[in-house]
């Protein structure tokens, strides 16, 4: 015997098989839409197509609250951001560009001597090691755990006087004493950051710590888009970005004292050493 469905529960079901159809045409017609308005779009001149955005972007904007503007702009805005990063990457041959227009591998270069022994924690494909190795005659062991960061980092960066090891800097074994640690956007991608520093001079016992990290404080949107309930971080993987404040007191929890810092491009450039 074949169950009778209630008049109300018939009515509920239809409502929502409705539902579902109009959300699934909805989703293939602005699917639709969308390549329509690329296909359209492609071949128009780029200064068309920057026109016709912008003229879009301003208007919507201008139909909306103050802070729900503010949100579609940021989100366009962080998409814009990731894209420039690509594309950045891609016009400077496989290495963002910003290594060479931010200066920073000069900071290291500067403060590490012929034959120093080096260990660059956390080296990614290399760029930085190979500069410390090549321009200020450092031996240089650079580890990090991401494999194909340091496959890639062998294959374009290798240097005779660079090794590069696939590891976590806590866990294997260092072959130390090191004269310098790197520590270049490290640390911000970390949560026990004190208690890492602390195990890493004891792993390692450098003679000091050379230190780059992003800053909170470098643009008066970063607070707005938190105050908004927005992604403020440079990069969401990103447990921290400093203020000079912060920044001090987590390297005196760790038992370091500040020899050298500076602020630049948005960033803490800082040298140092161990207490006592």
Known sequence: MVPKLMPHRT???????????????IRRLMDLASRVV??????????????AICGLVEKR???????????????LDSRFYALQGQKAVEYGGGLHTKHRHIGYHEFFISRIHKGERVLDVGCGVGAVAYDVAERAGAQVVAIDF?????????????????????GNVLEDALDGPFDVVILSNVL??????????????????????????????RDWRVPLKRELGMEWRLD???????AVESFDEELGSAGLILSHREVRWG??????????
Not at 11 to 25: E, G, M, W, Y
Not at 38 to 51: D, Y
Not at 268 to 276: F, K, L, P, S, T
């Open 11 to 25: 009515s509920q079901l239809l409502d929502l098989s409705l539902r579902r159809v109009a959300r699934f045409t």
């Open 38 to 51: 690329t296909g359209c779009v492609a071949g128009l001149p780029v200064s068309w197509l920057e026109r």
């Open 61 to 75: 904007a201008g139909r909306l609250a103050a802070d729900e503007a503010l949100r579609f702009l940021f989100r």
């Open 146 to 166: 991401n494999a194909r960061a340091i496959e890639e980092a062998r294959k374009r960066r290798s240097h005779r006087r660079v090794e590069y090891r696939v």
């Open 188 to 217: 911000e991608h970390l949560q026990e950051r004190s208690a890492f520093l602390r195990r890493l001079k004891e792993a390692a016992k450098p003679s000091r710590i050379l230190i780059r990290v992003p800053l909170f404080e």
């Open 236 to 242: 969401p993987t990103h447990e921290i970005e400093y």
């Open 267 to 276: 960033e803490i450039w800082a040298e140092a050493v161990a207490r006592g």
